[in-house]
């Protein structure tokens, strides 16, 4: 009998157990939007320039490759856990994170910003934007990935919200800070974040936004209950952390807001072995130098009606180390070598970077809309200069389908003896780079839901984009870097990039699935013309380092189709 009394009340105890979670589960909200995407890019002579039958490495022409054909899809959901009106977990996971058809590996999305040519600043004290970590295979051996790119929680409180854990990062038209949202984007500007959000109404329907965010961007640390001290301990000084104010007004058709900080990290002021000769071996590099930079960003837009205009300036200043090394020339046994050793900066340099982009936009009610856009990027056409003015736009902001989308060109290669050395790497990036751009872009929108009953709509127009470089995209003097007279220096034959012409054709059929497809030509302007600029057939008679003389640049070509099935 006491038995079964003690079963019953254990069972009850369940029971209540039970009821109780239920009780507080029903309080629970659950909620996941996300969507499917299929992107198929082709593209020809990227490297603008036409096939060539000569073998590389002793040829004195440079195309490199010529079609391009791959395929990648990502699956995206973003669930939401409410817990109550207060409290809310956010995350965000990728499937086949944009991996290509046929492999199974997930690459690291790090795109560095590129100082001129191939030379980049490096990640942990340049870059101020920190894309999606590897996914990494959770099936050894192949078979597919799992990313877990963002997980944070909201805390709404009566004096603001509080935003904690590893968040995307997004302002204005995004050159600066690029969440990757968007339905073409790859990337994304991804923090681990302490961030405070208020906002101040006034009693004219106004409003004042104000935020503080704490950002830990690059830092080598360890728990010592996991890592048990065995390995050497990184300081909190030699990781990178990022301070950040931000301010929005806000009134019924225009908003004006800022968002600056300053970004921090204590080199250690040795020389870091990230420099390679030509023979791939290590060789003492760039000092690890103090990171002590600043940003302004400047934000303002007014929509009213069917137009929208939209606009933004980032300045950054401050020192950087900057860790840059033109890597050694290696040249046959018999000949001096006039750079044995990279030449490198010396790990504090002045950072003095602009950027700028414009939008200006339309929308009526016959179907038809037009959007105008502009933007600038201050350029460095010295590989070693000691102020760093190159810096770039976010990659997610596209301005067209190649031109600073997709990696445009071939950087003069140097031959040794025949034999090419360096060289043949794109001139321009993934993003908008040393540019002064202006475009336009204009589509019609068709109801042909009477003829096809599943469609909503049918897009059809066209993009226009043409840009310059303020500084030179290449300017190497051999001489001025070596220090010995008579090497060759090359340089672009004007600082025009050309000029691109996209069609946009575009549908969305069941409420919830877009077809896009755009395909372009590019017609390459003088930055793409390579040319010696002290002689003039590249030969240096009695020296083995020679300029190679480039083919003019020819037309490049992309189409790129997109399914997109948003839920």
């Known amino acids: 009998m006491k038995r079964a009394r003690t079963r019953l009340l254990a069972l009850l105890g369940a029971c209540a157990v039970a009821l109780g979670v239920a009780g507080q589960a029903q309080a629970l909200s659950f909620s996941a939007h996300g969507y499917y995407r299929l992107f198929v890019d082709w593209s020809l002579d990227l490297d603008t320039q036409t096939p060539s039958n000569i073998a590389q490495g002793k040829q004195l022409g440079n195309d490199r490759f010529g079609n391009i054909l791959f395929g990648q899809q990502r699956f995206r959901i973003e669930p939401v856990l409410k817990i109550n009106d207060n409290i809310s977990i956010h995350s965000q996971i990728d499937m086949l994170d944009d991996v290509i058809f046929g492999t199974n590996d997930v690459e690291s999305l790090t795109v560095f910003n590129p100082v001129t040519g191939t030379i980049t600043l490096p990640g942990g004290a340049g870059a101020f934007g920190v894309t999606g970590p590897a996914a990494g295979d959770i099936v050894t051996g192949g078979g597919g990935s799992l990313n877990v790119r963002r997980l944070y929680v909201d805390i709404l409180t009566p004096i603001g919200k509080f935003r904690v854990g590893r968040q995307p990062s997004n302002w204005g038209l995004g050159i600066f800070q690029n969440d990757g949202n968007g339905m073409y984007a790859k990337f994304g500007d991804t923090f681990d974040r302490f961030l405070y959000l208020g906002k101040y109404d006034f009693a004219d329907s106004s409003s004042l936004a104000f935020a503080f965010l704490a950002d830990f961007v690059f830092n080598d640390q360890q728990d010592p209950t996991i890592g048990l001290l065995e390995d050497e301990i990184g300081t909190v000084s030699n990781g990178t952390y990022q301070l950040t104010a931000a301010l929005v007004y ?53 929509e009213k009606g069917p137009y929208r205009v939209a606009a933004e300036y980032v300045f950054l200043g401050g020192t950087i180390g900057s860790d840059v090394c033109v890597n050694a020339i290696s040249v046959p046994a018999g000949f001096t070598n006039p750079l044995p050793n990279p030449v490198c900066l010396d790990g504090s340099n002045d950072l003095q970077v602009h950027l700028g982009a414009l939008e200006a936009s339309g929308k009526y009610d016959f179907g038809g809309e037009w959007k105008f856009i502009a933007g600038m990027a201050t350029g460095d056409s010295s590989p070693l200069s000691s102020r760093i003015t190159q810096f770039g736009f976010r990659p997610d902001y596209e301005v067209a389908l190649m031109l600073f989308n997709m990696p445009l060109g071939t950087s003069p290669a140097i031959q040794v003896n025949g034999e090419t050395k360096l060289g043949n790497k794109p001139l321009t990036s993934n993003r908008v780079n040393n540019a002064i751009y202006v475009g336009g872009t204009y589509l019609h929108t068709f109801d042909i839901s009477n003829a096809i009953p599943q469609a909503q709509y049918f897009k059809a127009g066209i993009h226009l984009l043409t840009a310059w470089a303020p500084s030179r995209v290449f300017d190497i003097d051999f001489a001025e870097i070596t220090g010995i007279a008579g090497l060759p220096r090359v340089v672009n034959n004007s600082r025009w990039y050309g000029l691109e012409t996209d069609i946009i054709l575009e549908a969305k059929f069941f409420d919830h699935l877009i077809w896009n497809i755009t395909g372009g030509i590019f017609l390459p302007g003088g930055v793409f013309d390579i040319k010696n600029d002290d002689f003039a057939n590249g030969v240096l008679d009695g020296n083995p380092i020679n300029a190679i003389q480039f083919d003019g640049a020819s037309p490049a070509y992309a189409v790129r189709s997109t399914l997109f099935i948003e839920f």
């Open 250 to 302: 806000k009134r019924q058709d225009w908003e004006i807001g800022t968002y600056s900080g300053v970004r921090l990290r204590g080199g250690t002021g040795q020389r870091e072995g990230i420099a390679f000769d030509a023979n791939g071996n290590a060789v003492p590099g760039a000092i690890d130098g103090d990171t002590r930079a600043f940003f302004f960003d400047l934000y303002g837009k007014y």
